[in-house]
């Protein structure tokens, strides 16, 4: 009888443990999962102070260049573009950021041919409105290159932990999947020229 007894001790205590790993697990895949949200909001965030910085810069241009319309209506419709594609922070996918990197594509685009046309306008490019806020900008694509990144290697830390057996098993029963990443898009690895 006590060996009996011994056997489902020893059981108990076995499940007790595997019961006690899963939740770590589950709790460290929740407190990954947060750390990729609030990177996310992070990115967000640096996007957002860019269009913000846009319609000052468009104003700032319109007083110098009566000429360039059509290049200033394409950078606002950019902007309206780009703020209006939104991502779940929890359904992160590499389909959903694909859109939201076209919509901001198209909006960096429309920038570069901004600035590009104001090499034509030399009063403008003396313009202290104007030189502070492209510096701004410069230092805007700067912070959202370092938050892109830091958002890839806060998600490569989820999506490795997820995948890794045993804990694999644990993320698929709870629905942890993994999430999408920024990926450069092709032609990207030729940097445009802009010259000011």
């Known amino acids: 009888m006590k060996?009996?007894?011994?056997?489902?001790?020893?059981?108990?205590?076995?499940v007790v443990l595997a019961i006690l790993w899963g939740v770590q697990k589950y709790n460290g895949f929740?407190?990954?999962?947060?750390?990729?949200?609030g990177q996310w909001a992070n990115v967000e965030n640096v996007y957002q102070r860019r269009a913000d910085l846009i319609p000052n810069l468009v104003n700032t241009v319109k007083g110098y260049a009566e000429h360039?319309?059509?290049t200033l209506t394409q950078v606002i419709e950019a902007r309206a573009k780009a703020t209006s594609v939104t991502i779940d922070p929890s359904?992160?996918?590499?389909?959903?950021?694909?859109?939201f990197q076209q919509a901001q594509?198209?909006?960096s685009s429309a920038l570069s041919r901004l600035l590009v046309t104001i090499e034509r306008y030399p009063d403008l490019k003396a313009n202290q409105n104007f030189l502070d806020l492209q510096a701004q900008l410069e230092s805007t694509e700067n912070r959202i290159a370092v938050e892109r990144r830091k958002f890839n290697e806060i998600t490569r830390g989820f999506n490795?932990?997820?995948?890794?057996f045993p804990?694999?098993?644990?993320?698929?029963?709870?629905?942890f999947d993994a999430k999408g990443y920024f990926e450069a898009l092709a032609g990207s690895e030729t940097a445009p020229v802009v010259e000011f």
Do not use: M, Y
């Open 3 to 14: 060996k009996k007894n011994r056997t489902w001790i020893i059981i108990g205590i076995v």
């Open 30 to 37: 929740v407190t990954l999962e947060e750390g990729v949200t």
């Open 68 to 70: 360039e319309q059509e």
């Open 91 to 99: 359904n992160i996918t590499p389909e959903s950021l694909a859109t």
């Open 105 to 107: 594509d198209g909006l």
């Open 160 to 164: 490795t932990s997820i995948r890794k």
């Open 167 to 175: 804990a694999s098993v644990i993320a698929g029963i709870t629905g």
